[in-house]
Nanobody, 125 residues
Framework: QVRLVESGGGLVQAGGSLRLSCAAS????????MGWFRQAPGKERESVAA????????YYLDSVKGRFTISRDNAKNTMYLQMNSLKPEDTAIYYC??????????????????WGQGTQVTVSS
């Protein structure tokens, strides 16, 4: 059973930065595509970024391109999301997730079956 634990969320002013971490344990991490998702109040969960096992294939939501950077350290079973130039519309609960199968489409919520508990990111204007 894969366990995912997010950390690094918090309250930040617009234009600020945060770095989220996702620590994995209890299962295979290194061979799987991993993703970051977010859900704002009253909205559906959406894919923010995803990274394949080697880091050679990366997906970003259009609205975060150039501001967010996803990365992973397979030796540490950890994935990261560096978020710069944050905007109030980035406010949401951020979740990390592991894909059901090692590879495939990266941005569909239904393709991921292991989820963390989420970490709150709040950006004030």
């Amino acid at each position: 059973q894969v366990r995912l634990v997010e950390s690094g969320g918090g309250l930040v002013q617009a234009g600020g930065s945060l770095r989220l971490s996702c620590a994995a344990s209890g299962g295979t991490f290194s061979g799987y595509t991993m993703g970051w998702f977010r859900q704002a109040p009253g909205k559906e969960r959406e894919s923010v970024a995803a990274i394949n096992w080697s880091g050679s294939i990366i997906y970003y939501l259009d609205s975060v391109k150039g501001r967010f950077t996803i990365s992973r350290d397979n030796a540490k079973n950890t994935m990261y999301l560096q978020m710069n130039s944050l905007k109030p519309e980035d406010t949401a609960i951020y979740y990390c997730a592991r894909r059901k199968t090692p590879s495939g489409p990266m941005s569909n919520t239904q393709d991921y079956n292991y989820w963390g508990q989420g970490t709150q990111v709040t950006v004030s204007s």
